[in-house]
Nanobody
Framework: QVQLVESGGGLVQPGGSLRLSCAAS????????MGWYRQAPGKERELVAT???????NYRDSVKGRFTISMDNGKNTVYLQITSLKPEDTAVYYC??????????????WGQGTQVTVSS
């Protein structure tokens, strides 16, 4: 059974920093990619950043230069370093992993979400 366990959210002032972590338990599954999504109140869930097994990354435009995604393959853990936080970054952040026994059987798995609130 796959579990994604997130940590690192909280309340931070504008301009502050946080680091989110997400550890995947994965039995015989292979991890093909991991990422972070977020959902603000009244809005749809949106992609924040993703990272592939080879280390290739992708970011939404509004976080480029402020957010950095990284992955520790040995620990099956993905991190999101967030700097220069803005009130509009306030959201529940969800960890995502694309995993499967084989590439053909891969599917998305989701964490429970961690709240990030940016407020003075």
């Amino acid at each position: 059974q796959v579990q994604l366990v997130e940590s690192g959210g909280g309340l931070v002032q504008p301009g502050g920093s946080l680091r989110l972590s997400c550890a995947a338990s994965r039995s015989i599954f292979s991890i093909y990619a991991m990422g972070w999504y977020r959902q603000a109140p009244g809005k749809e869930r949106e992609l924040v950043a993703t990272i592939g097994k080879a280390g290739n990354t992708n970011y939404r435009d509004s976080v480029k230069g402020r957010f950095t995604i990284s992955m520790d393959n040995g620990k099956n853990t993905v991190y999101l370093q967030i700097t220069s936080l803005k009130p509009e970054d306030t959201a529940v952040y969800y960890c995502n992993a694309v995993m499967g026994v084989t590439w053909a059987s891969r599917r998305d798995y989701w964490g429970q979400g961690t709240q990030v609130t940016v407020s003075s």
